[in-house]
């Protein structure tokens, strides 16, 4: 076990350090927007991991690669880690502001900065930028400091594409341990042969896109900081803004509309897109993943359409396509912008909690059912979908042949053996099977402790698939005021969303194994 | 020492899918981004740029699809 150890602390060694790096870049955000109060507690935040990385990967600097087993154990381990660690800038701010040292002119504390004094508040919102969640613990985003704004945002952008996978780009080590560790990451495709080459190139597609949609927000209207930051976010499929009401702040059609396809691009696998960009644009409707989400995007926004207009929810049947096709799809690629807040600008506008629940539900269904595996989404994943269903038909089909047939299954492409279908279809049921029995264990948990009669059941199953699924669509359940026990149960639910579950019961399970509780 | 030699320049080039166009327009994002922010909304030139900057994109993109595609 020794051994494990020092595989697992050197790796996470490494993840911290790149972590107080993402820290120190920020130090730039503060100078730029000449808040030179938060240069100090940037500074030590990022001090604290590198400090931490540092001694890890000295003492065990000499390590095993990691094999499967360490693999998901680094995986879980570097995520909670980076959700601790990156909470220390909210902390550190929220104190300053607190403390006002004589030297550093701080601004005037608000209730917004005041909640992040306290650590479960911080670790609620590192956590869920950092798994592209985008639930918050911010009653208005817009009296943040630039710098947490921004360090919010830059979570989401980095966890979107994934802390081991910056990691890997970063140091460049080649070799079977960084593929090991890029998959335990709920990452299976390969670009390139080399995992090293792929990584890079998965960090080109997403920088070029992040400027893309940062260009094409700001020329739809949105202010250049609002557009960095919805462009990162949105791309990213986190869902962090920096206005109160999220995108329905600006109260535009036309930005409303061009933020759909910033959110597809993000739940696209990055494989499809380097070979869209390679020139082979066949992969929209080839691959089966792009080709069941946009018939997925269709046939959702319109029964969401049909659901708002149709029950009365919305009367203008305009409204009802605007609002419905923006929710489905910010739910569906698990990023979490909420349009439907309520008539706060505009009349029409019925907030998402007072939906019927036959809309909820359509909702809830995108939640859970996310994007395309590679991608940057949450979620079971399109392909688990896909082989789910297809595996079942394969299943029930088979009674009618004869026991000595041979047969195929085709998924995406692929021919499979019987002991291939099998293995593929064992796999998406346990995921599915974990991911349903937990959203019941959070549901079970958060049931228990809202105040009785406040919310509906479906607005308590929404939100907790909206944590488990990375999304952040919100009730209004997710707030500073929340009961500790459901913050707690939602930040659990929000670690093995990212990681698919399985990465973090092979952690606890050596954990509690180690520690005696378990044999 | 050649542009392509510097650090980032290489890095750029030597990931992604190996085309000039598409390294371009993400080595010149962060200016067109930056001269955004500078000259705002207001300024002609900036609108302009970042137009050029989305339209090259698509375009490219459509025709590398449609035309020269692989």
């Not at chain 1, 979107?160 to 070799?175: F, S």
């Not at chain 1, 990055?270 to 046939?299: A, K, S």
């Not at chain 1, 029964?303 to 029950?311: A, M, Q, S, W």
């Not at chain 1, 990375?470 to 670690?495: D, R």
Request: net charge neutral.
């Amino acid at each position: 076990m020794n051994g494990a150890r020092a595989t697992i602390g050197r790796d996470l060694g490494r993840i911290l350090q790149a972590l107080a790096g993402l820290m120190f870049a920020s130090v730039a955000v503060s100078l730029a927007w000449r808040e030179f109060w938060a240069v100090p507690g940037m500074v030590l935040s990022g001090l604290v991991p590198l400090g931490i990385g540092r001694v890890l990967t000295r003492r065990y600097g000499g390590a095993d690669e990691p094999g499967k087993l360490h693999g998901m154990m680094i995986a879980a381990g570097g995520w909670a880690a980076v959700g601790v660690f990156g909470s220390l800038p909210f902390l550190t701010l929220a104190w300053t502001v607190e403390l006002s040292p004589a030297m550093l002119a701080t601004p005037e504390m608000t209730p917004t900065l005041a909640a992040f004094r306290d650590p479960l508040n911080a670790l609620f919102e590192s956590t869920s930028g950092f798994t592209g969640t985008g639930l918050t613990m911010t009653d208005d985003e817009e009296v943040l400091p630039r710098t947490l704004q921004w360090w919010r945002t830059f979570s989401e952008w980095i966890g979107g594409v994934g802390v081991i996978v910056l990691t890997t780009a970063v140091l460049a080590r080649p070799g079977s341990g960084s593929l090991t560790l890029y998959e335990s990451e709920a990452r299976s495709e390969k670009i390139h042969p080399s995992i090293v080459s792929t990584v890079r190139t998965i960090w080109w597609i997403f920088v070029l896109f992040t400027f893309v949609a940062i260009l094409a927000l700001w020329l739809a209207g949105m202010p250049v900081w609002g557009a960095i930051n919805h462009g990162m976010t949105g791309l990213s499929t986190g869902g962090f803004s920096i206005t109160d009401n999220s995108i329905a702040t600006y109260d535009s059609v036309s930005i409303d509309f061009v933020m759909l396809p910033v959110m597809v691009l993000g739940s696209i696998a990055f494989p499809v897109h380097f070979l869209i960009l390679r020139g082979d644009l066949r992969n929209f409707y080839t691959d089966l993943q792009t080709r069941w989400l946009l018939v997925l995007f269709v046939l959702g926004s319109g029964l969401l359409v049909g659901v708002l207009y149709f029950t009365g929810t919305i009367d203008s049947a305009f409204a009802a396509f605007r609002y419905g096709t923006f929710q489905f799809v910010s739910a569906l690629t698990c990023t979490g912008f909420q349009t439907a807040v309520g008539p706060v600008k505009n009349p029409e506008n019925v907030a998402l909690g007072n939906w019927p629940a036959m809309g909820q539900l359509t909702v809830t269904f995108g939640m859970v059912v996310g994007g395309a595996a590679g991608s940057t989404v949450g979620g079971i994943k399109v392909i688990r979908l896909a082989t789910l269903l297809k595996g079942t038909r394969h299943r029930v089909a088979g009674v009618f042949y004869p026991d000595t047939a041979v047969r195929r299954l085709t998924i995406d492409d692929r021919r499979l053996s019987d002991e291939e279908v099998r293995r593929e279809f064992e796999e998406a049921a346990i995921i599915t099977f974990l991911w349903v029995a937990f959203l019941g264990l959070g549901l079970f948990v958060l049931l228990a402790v809202l105040p009785p009669g406040e919310y509906t059941l479906e607005n308590a199953v929404f939100e907790i698939a909206s944590a488990q699924g990375n999304v952040g669509l919100s009730t209004g359940i997710t707030g500073p005021s929340m009961p500790t026990v459901a913050k707690v149960a939602f930040l659990f639910n929000m670690w093995i969303g990212r990681l698919e579950i399985i990465p973090v019961l092979v952690l606890l399970r050596g954990v509690f194994s180690r520690g005696g509780l378990y044999r | 020492m050649r542009p392509r030699d510097l650090p980032v320049i290489h890095g750029v080039i030597e990931a992604g899918p190996n085309d000039r166009v598409f390294d371009v327009l993400l080595l010149s994002g962060p200016l067109v981004v930056g001269l955004v922010a500078l000259l705002g909304r207001e300024n002609v030139v900036s609108a302009g740029v970042a137009s050029a900057y989305l339209a090259a994109f698509c375009g490219y993109v459509l025709y590398k699809g449609f035309v020269s595609g692989e």
